[in-house]
């Protein structure tokens, strides 16, 4: 007797970036089930509404729960072939679920933006540029008269296989001066398939360096790991050499022809990354991060899918690119709270990658200098391994740290005068300083000396913050801004003055104080521009002597082995903070930018200006380093009940109208207690309350906070009221979100 022949599944469920938790049914047509094999990952075409929509397979059916008169079939469909792999797939289905974010909302933010649109997942052509014959008997001193020539000409001879669009712009080359090269016949145009002439720059152009002892053992370690699912919480220094053991595994991870994901938490880190892996390895490194061309993301993100890219250096949202040879997720600076999203789909990165590696067998390594308490607590727990690296690579001393008593001392913008002849003393080194300042901008503030009146924000419960370069005032919460004012908004008197410094200001007075040094400024202002800080960075290192006034940007991950002394302007600003993760940050922010000096061989100090130098808190730091400090702050959050001693997610509602916002937590919390209290759920309750910004942007927030011990009831409680609130009719004059681990909880 012959076999029934299958049918194709005649219902597929589809996500589609609407704000509701829930996938959508249609009828595959019979016209496209006789053409095609469909299959989860592909795209779609569907009607929503009077409206027709890209969405994307997530399962396929044989069954609906709907009546199946009522079901629409779907439009088109978009690809030939899924254009998603399963862990991905895997990967947002477990992310909607446990940060309760619709499902929909978050398929498409794994996605490209180029993909989101609609458009084709092919690579692209482009012009590469190559030496021809005749330019191969050119010297380069031939070239002396037009520097730009001589430079561009310069890299093109270390990239023996032409220079792509990518490669120029890392080092900054322009079209113009290629053309001018092309006409005098010395180079030509290549036109190449993008994935087909990935760049290979490698040749070992950089000795490794010689291991110490404790990178040694790390290495060997980390390579018996390799292979299967295993996390590692790589604790070093600051200098202690933990990216050399990175390439150490990475190397191994490329001979077996396997992939590895590095992600790191600032954009500005990645043209560095990169440099310094192109300089070791002769393979295809493709970068993601959002200061890329759409074009340019959808090319590294094919490049990461075909397997041809054996290098991942992306940020944030890089967890979710395909790479179906994945044997190696690496997290640099885990501790840094960039890695988990703070609007929108508020995921994190650490967590992300933990369950990917998990279900692809794969090796986690979470490398910082300061790890994150909820790591510590995991390696104490022995759910991650843990090594340490306690001594700096190379020639390099741990540099000292000294408290300035500020109490009665006079400050001449912000510093007080032994810092300044510290400086001074540095400079006539040649060696460079470094001043960190956490606030960007000429002032915070600026006051009216008659009345008292502050600029304030007209949306946000701020003040407006001093911009004198740009001649404006602005808010660094909403964006407003309006023209620098002369004279009082009150009163009218001109009598008005600036109160607190930022970078800006330092800066300024800097360069009037030490004319014959170069003061550089890295904030998010300097940096806007693409690859300002590229150029910035390239300055500091061409001047012997120069003095480096920044905020958290310069605490990241930088090098920059003439840093001899390094200036923390206000060391309390954590200490007396609403937040509880408020000195956790603190001390990380200190550790971080202490460890910028004294990274080559000559000895490093570091200055915290401080009202407060007997705090206990700035004591231990000091005296007893960043693992002593946070294990003490580990057993405060124990008996204070905190995370990582108990799981927390957070309720967040906002609007135009204060009393609409805060009702509709009042009405949740009603619900919520009414729940704990029918299944008896181990949940505790706080709030509503507002935010310590009351006002942002117009809107005025509150949060609700749930706490339990259990991660279980609390996500079961979570999801009922996710339900209720898609059907509360409040929501819509108020947008809530669900923020689950936050980390602001303020």
């Known amino acids: 007797m012959q076999e029934p022949l299958l049918t194709p599944e005649p219902y597929v469920k589809v996500a589609l970036p609407v704000p509701m938790r829930t996938l959508f049914e249609y009828k595959v047509p019979k016209a496209i089930a006789l053409r095609h094999t469909l299959s989860p990952g592909m795209r779609l075409k569907v009607p929503f509404g009077k409206q027709t929509r890209l969405g994307i397979i997530v399962e396929l059916c044989y069954q609906t729960d709907w009546d199946a008169e009522q079901i629409k079939p779907f439009t088109s469909l978009h690809d030939e072939t899924s254009i998603m792999p399963e862990p991905i797939i895997d990967l947002c289905k477990w992310a909607s679920r446990y940060y309760h974010h619709p499902i929909g909302d978050v398929f498409f933010h794994a996605l490209p933006a180029m993909l989101r649109k609609g458009e084709s997942d092919n690579f692209r052509s482009e012009i590469w540029w190559v030496i021809t014959e005749e330019g191969k008997k050119v010297q380069l001193d031939e070239l002396k008269r037009a520097p730009k020539q001589h430079a561009f000409f310069d ?10 669009p990518h490669i120029m712009r890392l080092h900054d080359l322009q079209s113009p001066v290629a053309k001018a090269l092309e006409d005098k016949g010395l180079i030509q145009r290549d036109l190449r398939h993008f994935s087909k002439n990935a760049e290979h720059h490698g040749h070992q152009k950089h000795v490794p360096p010689t291991l110490n002892h404790e990178q040694t053992i790390a290495v060997r370690e980390l390579t018996s790991q390799l292979g299967h699912f295993n996390v590692t919480l790589l604790d070093g220094i600051t200098g202690s050499g933990k990216t050399e053991v990175y390439l150490r595994l990475i190397e191994q991870v490329i001979a077996k022809e396997q992939q590895v994901l590095v992600l790191v938490p600032e954009i500005g880190l990645t043209p560095q990354t990169l440099r310094r892996f192109e300089d070791r390895f002769n393979t295809d490194i493709v970068l993601l991060h959002s200061n890329m061309s759409d074009r340019e993301r959808l090319d590294g993100w094919l490049m990461a899918r075909s397997g041809k890219a054996k290098v991942i250096i992306g940020t944030r949202s890089s967890i979710f690119v395909p790479a179906p040879y994945l044997s190696l997720l690496i997290l640099d600076e885990e501790h840094d709270a960039s890695y988990k999203q703070q609007d929108g789909f508020r995921f994190h990165t650490r967590d992300l990658a933990l369950i990917r590696a998990k279900s692809i067998n794969a090796c986690v390594v979470l490398g910082s200098a300061t790890p994150s308490y909820e790591s510590l607590h995991n390696a104490k727990q022995k759910k ?10 190379g020639n390099a001393k741990i540099p000292s740290m000294e408290r300035i008593d500020l109490r ?3 400050l001449i913008n912000g510093l007080c005068e032994s810092s300044l002849e510290r400086i001074n003393t540095h400079l006539n080194r040649k060696e460079q300083v470094l001043i960190f300042l956490n606030r960007r901008g000429y002032a915070p503030t600026l006051m009216c000396h008659d009345c008292g009146w502050i600029a304030n924000c007209k949306h946000c419960d701020v003040n407006l913050t001093v911009h004198k370069r740009a001649n404006k005032l602005h808010c660094h ?6 023209a620098l004012l002369n004279q009082c908004g009150e009163c009218q008197s001109h009598e008005i003055f600036t109160i607190g410094e930022g970078t800006e200001q330092i800066e300024s007075q800097l360069s009037n104080v030490f004319k014959e040094t170069p003061v550089l400024r890295i904030d998010r202002d300097s940096t806007s521009r693409k690859e300002s800080l590229n150029t910035i960075t390239q300055k500091i290192h061409e001047h012997d002597k120069a003095i480096l006034v920044g905020t958290q940007m310069l605490a990241k991950g930088h090098h920059f082995p003439n840093v001899t002394l390094v200036i923390v302007m206000d060391a309390d600003v954590g200490l007396f903070s609403s937040d509880f993760r408020g000195m956790e940050r603190t001390a990380q ?3 971080q930018v202490a ?4 990274r080559a061989s000559k000895p490093g100090h570091v200055l915290l200006q401080t009202y407060h130098p007997d705090h206990p808190s700035i004591e231990s730091l000091c005296s007893l380093g960043y693992e002593y400090f946070a294990n003490q702050g580990l057993q405060e959050r124990k008996a204070l009940e905190m995370p990582p001693y108990l799981h927390q ?10 009393e609409q916002s805060y009702l509709l937590l009042e009405q949740l919390r009603d619900e919520a207690e009414r729940h704990i209290k029918h299944f008896n759920y181990p949940i505790r309750l706080l709030g509503p309350y507002s935010a310590i910004i009351v006002r942002k942007a117009g ?4 949060i609700l906070t749930f706490k339990s011990a259990n991660r279980a009831p609390l996500h079961q409680l979570i999801s009922q009221l996710a339900q209720s609130l898609e059907r509360n009719p409040l929501t819509r004059k108020v947008r809530y979100a669900i923020d689950v681990d936050p980390l602001e909880t303020y």
């Open 155 to 164: 890299v093109l001879k270390a990239h023996p296989n032409g220079l792509s």
């Open 384 to 393: 991650f391994h843990w090594i340490k690296l306690r001594s700096r690579a």
């Open 408 to 410: 009665g001392k006079t």
């Open 477 to 482: 919460h909403c964006g407003y801004q309006e």
């Open 589 to 591: 922010l200190i550790t």
């Open 595 to 598: 460890g910028r000096a004294g």
């Open 649 to 658: 997610i957070l309720i967040r509602s906002e609007s135009a109208d204060e």
């Open 699 to 702: 809107q005025h927030r509150y």
